[in-house]
């Protein structure tokens, strides 16, 4: 069973997290992640997500966003997720250096077979356990938090360095892999 969580006011920043079923360190290779940056520079583009900060790890991602007026965040994270499943499926699919693809198609698989609302496979959890930051010392824990996931999991030393994050637009003079609207905490 799915837990239905539920984003308030669609103009305020929320902190969204959404990970891999069985939390699968999937999102391992560069081109994986990439459809990912990707499709959130799509959403930002034509889909009217406000996006604030990121990251993407081994096995979830991180965001802090918001919908500009008319959109729905909810909307906007569901076609996210729904087309970064299928591209990285794919993706994995014919990947011929993938030594763990036979392992990832039957994992995704079976954690699709298990939920009805699935057709032939599930990539990401259902819910995205979104939670509004109402105030400045709630954005600025999430900050911080979301930025030094790299750091804590011995991946850098420094939350600059990790190149799928935003920690560059926030740490330095420096831009990142995708635009965003910065936050003042």
């Not at 308030?8 to 939390?23: C, D, K, R, Y």
């Not at 699709?112 to 609302?117: A, L, M, T």
Request: aromatic residues 12%; glycine residues 4%; contains cysteine.
């Amino acid at each position: 069973m799915s837990i239905k969580y539920k984003t308030g006011n669609n103009q305020i920043a929320h902190f969204l997290t959404f990970s891999v079923v069985e939390w699968i360190d999937a999102l391992t290779r560069k081109e994986y992640k990439d459809i990912v940056v990707n499709s959130l520079q799509h959403c930002i583009n034509n889909k009217g997500f406000l996006l604030h900060a990121w990251i993407i790890m081994s096995n979830h991602v991180h965001l802090i966003g918001s919908a500009k007026p008319g959109f729905n965040l909810s909307d906007i994270l569901r076609d996210l997720k729904k087309y970064t499943s299928k591209k990285i499926f794919n993706a994995i699919n014919a990947n011929l250096k993938e030594s763990r693809k036979e392992w990832l198609i039957y994992m995704f698989e079976r954690a699709g077979k298990r939920n009805s609302n699935n057709k032939n496979f599930q990539f990401w959890q259902q819910d995205n356990h979104p939670i509004e930051l109402i105030n400045s010392q709630m954005l600025k824990q999430k900050l911080d938090y979301l930025h030094e996931n790299p750091v804590r999991a011995g991946i850098v030393f420094e939350t600059q360095h990790y190149v799928y994050s935003s920690a560059v637009d926030y740490f330095t003079n420096n831009s990142g892999l995708i635009h965003i609207g910065h936050l003042q905490c």
